[in-house]
């Protein structure tokens, strides 16, 4: 089963990869991009379509750190409190025999 995933995976990374390829190839004008504040220098299209799409991941990444640390913090509460509820739970269990005895 783990090899099929593994082939599933490596089979869209290759498709992927391709369309990548077919997408640089068909857009090689080059355009010469006007900010308000300055004028990047003349690159094909592909490659600004690609450093856009890059710099849109990583902002979005950025942008979802805050909740990833929230939600891990809460995490380890959570973690924290259901082994002091085992603890009180076993320590119960004990007394419990302890009483029948």
């Known amino acids: ?20 390829i077919l997408f640089a190839v068909n857009n090689q004008q080059t355009i010469a ?3 308000i504040w300055a004028e990047l220098p003349p690159v094909s299209l592909s490659v ?10 990583i902002l979005g990444m950025l942008a979802m750190l805050g909740v990833y640390i929230r939600l891990k ?9 259901n082994k002091q ?3 009180e739970l076993d320590r119960l269990r004990t007394q419990e025999l302890k009483e029948l005895a």
Do not use: C, D, P, Y
């Open 33 to 35: 991009l006007n900010l």
């Open 1 to 20: 089963m783990r090899w099929i995933k593994g082939l599933i995976l490596a089979i869209i990374l290759l498709v992927v990869l391709l369309v990548g």
């Open 85 to 87: 509820q085992q603890k």
């Open 73 to 81: 913090a809460q995490l380890a509460r959570s973690e924290r409190h």
């Open 48 to 57: 600004w379509l690609l450093a856009t799409l890059a710099l849109g991941v």
